[in-house]
Structure formats: C-alpha cells, structure tokens
C-alpha cells in the first residue's frame, strides 16, 4: 500500500512539534558532524508561521518532515539575491521516515508552487564539509553552484558564523 504524502503549511498548533524536530535534529548532528544547529528563536519561526513560509510534510496525515523557506537570502547568496528564488532551509526528517525522499518532495513542491508564483530558482545551501549531502543534493537534481565563507557577525544564525557553505540550485 502506498503511503500518502501532503505538503501543507504549519500552523501555530504545530510550533511544539517543528521544535522538537530541531531537537531531534540536532541530536542526530551530534553522532554525524563536528557542527550542530545551536537551536532557533521561537519568534522566528511564529513568524515564519504567520507568513505561510514554515512547512509540515505529512505522511498518512502524521507529520513526518518538516522545512522552511524565505524568498530572499541576502547573506548567502550576495549578488544573486535579487533573482526570483524560493530559498529552502531548516529540512528535517523524523527518525521513522528517513528514507523516504522528501528532499524530492519539496522539489516537486517548489516546482507546482512555482506555477502560482513566479519562480526562476530553487536553492538551497548545507555545510561544505558534507559530502553526503553533497552527493545527495545532487542526485535528486541540484546543481552544486559553489561554495560561500560566511563572515562573522553577518546576521545568520549562529551555526553559520565562520563557516563555509555550498550552494545548489534548480533552474525553473
């Protein structure tokens, strides 16, 4: 039987889950990386719930994923910022849906949700020492397009300070 998979907006009912997801993110960054989330502003993420940028992936009506986006992303992508992006961040699986290809998902998200907004781009970013994601990025259909040093203080969350990024993107 297969599963049925939605992608739906998070509400302010699910602030509790999105964070505990963060967690468990951050869990499973500590037994594979050097670098870990250093958590998240609550009021950020309500606000990205009011702006309708804060997503749940459900599966048989259980959130199963979840991820953010922005439309703009100054600090990281400098002089492209001004092209008409949907900017994916903060992906994370539940431990008992590993595996299941959501990255795919939002890809095909994105590209439908690109026919009610004009979207040129899909991207995304992940820390530059990552090959596996690195490979897997590539594999569902990003262009790895470079990489990016980000500077101190660049208003970033604070796993971003100092660290070097690489850069993907769809072309729509």
């Known amino acids: 039987m297969q599963n049925s998979i939605q992608v739906q907006n998070s509400n302010p009912t699910d602030i509790d889950t999105i964070f505990e997801f963060y967690d468990l993110a951050i869990e499973h960054q500590k037994k594979v990386s050097p670098k870990q989330w250093q958590g998240f502003d609550r009021e950020l993420v309500k606000e990205e719930i009011a702006d309708g940028r804060q997503y749940k992936i459900l599966?048989?009506?259980?959130?199963?994923?979840i991820f953010a986006v922005t439309y703009s992303d100054p600090q990281i992508w400098l002089g492209k910022n001004d092209e008409a992006a949907v900017y994916i961040h903060r992906i994370v699986t539940h431990p008992d849906y590993r595996g299941y290809g959501f990255v795919k998902v939002i890809i095909d998200w994105a590209k439908e949700y690109s026919k009610t907004k004009?979207?040129?781009y899909i991207r995304m970013d992940t820390w530059a020492d990552n090959e596996r994601l690195l490979k897997y990025?590539?594999?569902?259909?990003f262009n790895h397009v470079g990489e990016i040093k980000i500077a101190p203080n660049s208003g970033l969350p604070k796993h971003y300070e100092g660290i070097t990024l690489n850069l993907f993107e769809i072309k729509l």
């Open 137 to 141: 990025y590539t594999g569902c259909g």
């Open 118 to 120: 004009p979207l040129d």
């Open 59 to 65: 599966v048989d009506g259980k959130v199963a994923a």
